[in-house]
């Protein structure tokens, strides 16, 4: 076999096994908290949308035709119709949400938060009330979220659970206990798959911009690592790293407040770093 059909291969076995590995974890991440069944539905759904904005991309203000759309997916043209008309009766089922809906809870916080600081009584502004539709908390929250899918009472559940904030319910308010919202250290499940996921969806697209930009466009992205960590020190690298992190994640803080408007509005841009500490599993 020549040479450049074995690289070939070989780079195909790769590709392979890294969408698997990918696959792989996230799935074990998933089992139990959603069926395969609806995950299978969500992935061809969402497939196939992608498929058409992409070939839309390419022939910009023309129809797909569904040979070309079964010509990328790998469906057949009766199944690619179904799909579609399914897609078209359930269209805000799968919509891809910003990261301030997708993790309401912190969005709401950081919105909190900047009001408490650039108030002239702290104390107060961390009270707010939450009986009634003109509360000052509902206010909050309709400025901050817009989704259908999160109400005001739910969310202060939420913030309850993740020790986010103190509720009074005599005197139906709900008091800011945190300065910053941190959904993986809470007892509260959903939050905390819910920022994983928002942490994972945030790397793809850094990924997604890299891949396929000149390299002056392209979005910082760096791992550092090591091969040859002894099995003994591992809990002491482990805490080495967390300080680092921690004052890195200080340092990025204080960063983007420099760069933050004190009132939200509809043109605004989500934007940041992420860091995390990672290890092979065993």
Do not use: C
Not at 39 to 65: D, T
């Amino acid at each position: 076999m020549p040479r450049t059909e074995t690289l070939k291969d070989n780079n195909v076995s790769i590709f392979a096994q890294s969408i698997e590995t990918v696959f792989r974890k996230l799935i074990r991440f998933l089992v139990g908290r959603v069926s395969l069944a609806n995950l299978q539905e969500m992935v061809r759904h969402v497939y196939v949308e992608e498929a058409e904005r992409n070939l839309q991309q390419l022939n910009p203000g023309k129809s797909v035709p569904l040979t070309k759309l079964a010509l990328v997916t790998g469906i057949d043209t009766r199944t690619l119709s179904q799909i579609r008309i399914n897609i078209f009766e359930h269209r805000d089922r799968y919509t891809q949400l910003p990261l301030k809906e997708l993790t309401p809870e912190s969005a709401v916080v950081e919105a909190w938060a900047e009001r408490v600081k650039g108030s002239h009584d702290p104390d107060k502004a961390r009270t707010l009330s939450f009986d009634g539709p003109n509360s000052e908390f509902e206010k909050l929250f309709r400025a901050t979220i817009s989704s259908r899918g999160v109400t005001s009472q739910s969310l202060i559940e939420r913030l309850i659970a993740t020790k986010s904030a103190e509720v009074d319910k005599e005197s139906k308010t709900l008091k800011l206990i945190v300065q910053e919202f941190s959904p993986y250290f809470s007892d509260d499940e959903p939050n905390a798959v819910n920022a994983a996921l928002s942490a994972i969806s945030n790397l793809v697209s850094t990924v997604e911009k890299n891949v396929g930009s000149r390299k002056q466009e392209r979005f910082f992205q760096r791992q550092a690592w090591t091969f040859r960590l002894t099995p003994t020190r591992r809990e002491e690298f482990r805490a080495a790293m967390k300080r680092l992190l921690e004052n890195f994640d200080y340092q990025a803080r204080s960063e983007i407040a420099n760069w933050e408007r004190s009132e939200y509005t509809d043109d605004q841009v989500t934007a940041g770093v992420g860091y995390y500490y990672f290890e092979e599993a065993d």
